[in-house]
């Protein structure tokens, strides 16, 4: 029990039946676990389908899957407070460029990972599809070419988009 003890460290969340779900936008839910594996460099992907936001301006809402990939160092975000911090969104009136950025941002803050990128693939609202991307690679280190070189290159082999 103990050695659960340990690995349950900080996280409040996971496994807990009386989650509430935030009604605005709150970085605060968010959790991190130590990583078992800092000696090595990894991804760690998630696909989030059922993002949504607001329009700032006309208050309707934005729906997005949202990729996000990161190289950890010492924490890692535990998936069900990623999922109520995503979920912290649905009120949240902010552009679509904005939300990719505060989403990468609050990351950064919480676990200061390698490497770490977020896309957003909103469905269309007027005709237009909006697919911000954001990245950030550690000052200093080869993560901040890494960064620098898949931001040039990350959409050069766009998907097929036939469902949108």
Same mark, same amino acid.
């Given at each position: ?32 676990? #130590?990583? *078992? ?5 990894? @991804?760690?992907?998630? $696909?989030?389908?059922? !993002?949504?936001?607001? &329009? ?21 975000? #535990?998936? *069900? ?5 995503? @979920?912290?969104?649905? $009120?949240?009136?902010? !552009?679509?460029?904005? &939300? ?34 954001? $990245? ?29």
């Amino acid at each position: 029990m103990e050695q659960r003890n340990k690995e349950q460290e900080g996280m409040t969340l996971l496994g807990n039946q009386q989650t509430k779900y935030p009604q605005n936008y709150d970085p605060n839910v968010l959790e991190t676990f #130590e990583n *078992k594996h800092p000696e090595r460099d990894y @991804f760690v992907k998630f $696909n989030c389908p059922e !993002f949504t936001s607001l &329009c700032p301006i006309t208050g309707q809402p934005d729906f997005a899957t949202i990729y996000i990939s990161y190289v950890p160092r010492m924490r890692m975000v #535990e998936s *069900k407070s990623l999922k109520l911090y995503l @979920f912290s969104f649905r $009120n949240h009136g902010d !552009f679509h460029e904005d &939300c990719v950025n505060i989403i990468m941002n609050d990351l950064i803050k919480l676990m200061e990972p390698a490497y770490i990128e977020v896309w957003g693939k909103f469905l269309p609202r007027g005709g237009i599809s909006i697919d911000p991307y954001c $990245n950030y690679g550690m000052p200093g280190t080869k993560w901040e070419q890494v960064a620098w070189d898949r931001l040039t290159h990350h959409d050069l082999y766009p998907e097929e988009v036939n469902n949108r």
